[in-house]
């Protein structure tokens, strides 16, 4: 199971983003992960143009064939002003054309505190579902992640806070098998 990691986040102390560099770096066997700030990164799109589609700028067909290479795909973002980073919007209106997230399971896992985020959740919800993406509602969660928990370098210090988002990313890949398998 190859799933693509994508942080709704550029911030560069991102409680989002660390709790995917944990799930990347402890990834249970068997479980192949391709954490999208390796490969490019949310800050390197361009303002999405559909003039642009059909000479697609570097860092976009990048994403496209990322997204394209991936059995699964697994979000984490933040909520800014109720609603999604419009950064993060960006990317995924990027998809919309070339159908990326058409069929693929995803999932997200949301590190807000307790009555946060939920904007962001339903706004995520709603474009997943636009693009035809298959959600999968049960592997979803919610593993709260402090700053306090997060080194200067970017990475969760504290080991249950780790094994919190490493279960869920095991999760969301046995979900995501069968559901490809059943596809």
């Known amino acids: 199971m190859r799933i693509l990691l ?4 550029t911030r560069s102390a991102s409680t989002n983003s660390a709790a ?7 990834r249970p066997a068997g479980i ?5 700030e390796d490969v490019a990164g949310l800050a390197s799109l361009p303002a ?8 697609l700028p ?3 067909a990048t994403l496209r064939a990322t997204i394209d290479a991936a059995d699964a795909v697994l979000f984490c973002t933040p909520e800014y002003a109720g609603s999604l980073p419009g950064s993060f919007k960006n990317l995924l209106d ?3 054309r070339g159908g990326n997230l058409y069929g693929k399971p995803v999932a ?6 307790q009555g946060r985020g939920a904007g962001a959740e339903a706004n995520l919800r709603t474009v997943l579902g ?3 993406a298959t959600l999968i509602a049960d592997a979803c969660a919610r593993v709260f992640v402090d700053r306090e928990v997060v080194a200067p370098d970017g990475r969760v210090t504290d080991r249950p806070t780790r094994d919190r988002l490493v279960a869920a990313l095991a999760a969301f890949a046995e979900a995501a098998a069968v559901t490809a398998s059943s596809q």
């Open 32 to 36: 192949d992960t391709v954490w999208y």
């Open 20 to 26: 995917l560099r944990a799930m990347h770096e402890h």
């Open 130 to 132: 636009y693009v035809g």
């Open 58 to 60: 570097p860092t976009v």
């Open 48 to 55: 999405f143009n559909p003039d642009d589609e059909d000479d």
């Open 108 to 113: 997200y896992v949301s590190v807000a505190a």
């Open 6 to 9: 994508i942080s709704g986040s």
């Open 94 to 96: 990027w998809t919309v």
